[in-house]
């Protein structure tokens, strides 16, 4: 079959911007990445975005301290402006706290001073890599629909691209057929995911994260379990085929938010059943009145009750671009009211419950 993508072995060489006030770190940070990178520099922020504006740069690596503004300052700047490079912040010791905000706002790592060289060499690249890849997968997002178009359109166009992401990283065949391991196909779900908006991977890989705590508490089957995890990460899959930017703001929206499509597209890619159900009833409610079938209670599989107890809780907590996040307790409280009408009250409770031994978030 002719692939309809055009997905490559990524072989181009990246491009790093180094941004620091002073000269030693900016010279041993070239000594490290030159092998493998071309290296720009900057020594302040007003350089660094008018490098950003003039040349195609995949990877910041940004100093906390600048002179003319904060390096966080700068990194939101960057997530604006640039959407799409990569950010990673060099700090001293003293300040990690301030870099782990910054991956708040979208940086994808932090480096500390003094440098370990392989360390920082292993970051740089794998970050790099990253971009490399969302950069030939997002052609397909904003110019191809044959992802979410119908069967068998569908089917044929996960399967080439599966194949070509394969042969794009040179990781041997990806196959849902082996259900006693993680999923192959999770690298590239995040990698899609992540081209569409990184907030929709975050939020999938929160409620993951929450749904698999509920799980162990469950004393589910590992099967069960594997199915839960990958089924939270993927359950808003047909957003990617959003044109809209603020794609999180669709997900509670049944006018944009149509589960049924995530459902068809994770069948073409070939999740099991299990997980597909995930992706289809994660916004049934317990009394009835949820979408896209209105099934009442337990007629709603367990793990997509369990779904969608997390997701309104990671919708309630996360940072957004607008409006300020719950508190875990506050968060708790609201899912409680909400036992008997939207949620299985039984899950409720052992959710809830969960959830209060989390270490404070903030
Ligand atoms: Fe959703």
Known sequence: MLSPFVLAPTIRKPTVLIVDDEAAPRAALSQILREDFHILTADNADTALG???????????????????SGSDLLKDIKRTHTETEVIMVTAYGSLQSAMDCIRHGAAGFLLKPFN???LLAISLQTAQKKLRLDQLRPLLTTSTTLWDPEPACSNAWKALINDYTAMNGTGSLSAANSDQISPLVPLISDLLETKDRHLLNHGSRVSFYATLTAHRLSLSIADQQSLALGALVHDLDLISASNTHVLDMDSNPQTHSPDLGARMGRAMGLSADVVQVIALHHERWDGTGYPFGLQEDRTPLLARIVAIAQVFDDLTADKPEGIPLSFDEAIQQIEQQAGTAFDPALTEVFCLTMREQPPQR
């Open 117 to 119: 060289a392989s360390e």
């Open 51 to 69: 490098t950003l504006d003039n040349h195609s740069v995949d990877l910041v690596t940004l100093d906390l301290k600048l002179p003319d503004r």
